[in-house]
Each structure stands twice: as C-alpha cells, then as structure tokens.
C-alpha cells in the first residue's frame, strides 16, 4: 500500500474553498509544495480523447507552475464517445497512474441491439445486421447473470491495447480501409465477422471480473428522447470533437438497453456489448457509454474541464514568466 498522499482536487474541494465558483487560486504556484503531486478527477468531454484532456491540462499547469517538464498523465484510457470519470495525475502523483489503474470501475453502459459496428461503437458505421424481434427486457434480465464473475474477453481490434509495440487501432483501421470499406453492403456482416477473427488472432485474452451487470431501463425501439446523443456543451473545443466522427443510427429503432457495469481492469465495455449480443441470439454495439467511478472517485464529484484548467489559468492569465527547466 502506497503512503503517497497526493492532493486531490475535486468539485467538494472547489466549494468547500470558494462556496461555488472560482473566485481566487486554490492551489500555490510552487509545485514543490506538493510532493506527492495532484490528482484531479475529471469529466472527460464526449469525443474528446484522453490525450486532448492531458494536452489541455498539461498547457495551463505548465504556465500556472512554470515548470517547463512537469509531468502529467492520466490512469486509463477512456474512448473519445466515452464520458465520465478520467483520473489526470500531476508532478508525483503521476508514480501512482498504475496502482489507480487497478482499481475497480463502474460504468454506465447504453447497448443497441440488433447491428453490429467494425468498432463496437458509433464511431463506425453499421456493417451487419441481425434478428433482434425477441430482444426483451425480460431476456436481457435472464442474460446479464451470465456475464458475472472472472473470465476472459477479448478486446476489440479498435482499442489501445499494444501488439508487439504497436498500437491496436493502428492495425485496425489499416485492416478496415483494406477489408471493410471496399465490401459490398449485401455481405451479411462478414465484415464484422473477419474483424472479430483478426482480433482473437492478434490480441491475446485478458482475465477480467464483472462483479454487476444490471439492467436499468429498456427502450424496445430504441432511445427518442435525445438522451442517446451528448450534445455540444457551451464553450467546447468544436474543431477538436469533429475530428470524431459518430454514426447516428436512431432512426433505424432498434432496441437499446441502459446497463451498470462494475468490473475490474482492462474490461473493454464495448466487447461486453458484443457478448451480450452474442448472447442473446443477436448483434450488439455500445450506443452511449459514462465511466461513473473509477476506483474511489465518482463522476458526480469530478471536474469539468473548464473548472479543470481553472484552477490553474487564475493566477497564470496575470504572469507572464518563461517556465523554468
């Protein structure tokens, strides 16, 4: 157990030093005041990715510290249409990125049945469809049991997850302009059926644990409330969220279920999606997907990140000093 007791920065620390708000600096311009380094729990931005976060945070706490080669880092990736929980560690605290990692996580998971995406997501379009008329909430309740407990899964092919030095995605999208892009519409989701095989080939299985799978609401012909889709909130980056293309695929109707998901390193939401279609006799692809909690901290509590840069843009807008070496 580590005895490193980095200083956590969260939205109850925000109010409980300004009431609400930003009125003043929160933290000294000395990052040596803080040996154990920063964490900060962030909200990450829908379609921003993990990097954009670190690259943002990065930028204001290099000025605000004027540290020129201050470490910062995250402990674990989220995909650019993930929300939620994004751990950003700062000076020291960037030592504990792995123990962090560790730790267990809740999701909150939205599935669409009935198609299937090269990606497991929206960031591609649909390449196969499937039966999905008996899909019920009922049937879905009796499945999730199943998934409880250790096993082992398989990552999709488009993931971070490194082959012999190289990135997952990497391989993946060449695979998918070679394979995918120039088949025909009518082939029945080979597509997707050859990627699958490619990645069982190539990414070996991980042991993972699902200690919760449950339903929290069902929509037998999918979500018509808006709620499917983040939309843009003010103020954000707009340049960099449209370099993530998502796939609207509302109009087709097709059920979707709202899941909680708690489990432990290294489970890849979207290859829970996949099994579950599987499963229940049909094809899935992860529709919306919040990172809730991330070992003790909870996105409730988690900064956005305008407040996030905040902290550190207060003081530094008014100093004009190189940061030092």
Wanted: with cysteine; glycine share 8%; net charge neutral.
């Amino acid at each position: 157990m580590t005895l490193m007791q980095p200083l956590s920065v969260d939205r109850i620390y925000l109010e409980e030093r300004t009431g609400h708000g930003m009125a003043c600096p929160l933290l000294s311009d000395d990052i040596a005041d803080y040996p154990d380094g920063i964490i900060l729990p962030v909200d990450k931005p829908y379609r921003w990715t993990s990097a954009d976060v670190i690259r943002k945070i990065k930028f204001a706490a290099t000025r605000y510290f004027r540290k020129k080669n201050l470490k910062v880092g995250h402990a674990g990736t989220l995909d650019p249409l993930a929300t939620g929980v994004l751990l950003v560690c700062i000076g020291k605290a960037t030592r504990l990125a792995e123990e962090l990692q560790s730790h267990d996580k809740e999701y909150i998971a939205g599935i669409t049945f009935g198609a299937t995406t090269p990606s497991y997501d929206l960031e591609k379009e649909i390449d196969g469809t499937f039966p999905h008329g008996h899909i019920s909430e009922d049937l879905i309740k009796k499945t999730l049991p199943d998934f409880i407990g250790e096993q082992q899964q398989i990552a999709p092919l488009f993931s971070a997850k490194s082959i012999d030095g190289v990135r997952a995605y990497e391989l993946a999208r060449k695979i998918y302009r070679r394979h995918i892009e120039g088949r025909k519409e009518e082939d029945g989701g080979a597509g997707a059926e050859m990627l699958d095989q490619t990645a069982a080939g190539l990414i070996r299985t991980a042991n993972i644990t699902i200690t919760e799978a449950s339903l929290l609401r069902f929509w037998p012909q999918g979500r018509n409330d808006g709620t499917a889709q983040y939309p843009l909130s003010a103020g954000q980056d707009t340049e960099r969220e449209s370099r993530i293309k998502v796939a609207d695929n509302s109009g087709l109707h097709l059920p979707e279920a709202l899941i909680r998901i708690r489990c432990s390193k290294g489970t890849y939401i979207r290859a829970f999606a996949r099994d579950l279609g599987e499963a229940v006799g049909s094809g899935a692809h992860l529709s919306s997907l919040q990172r809730s909690r991330s070992g003790q901290y909870r996105v409730e509590n988690a900064l956005d990140i305008h407040s996030a840069t905040a902290i550190f843009s207060t003081a530094a807008t008014s100093r004009q000093e190189t940061p030092s070496l």
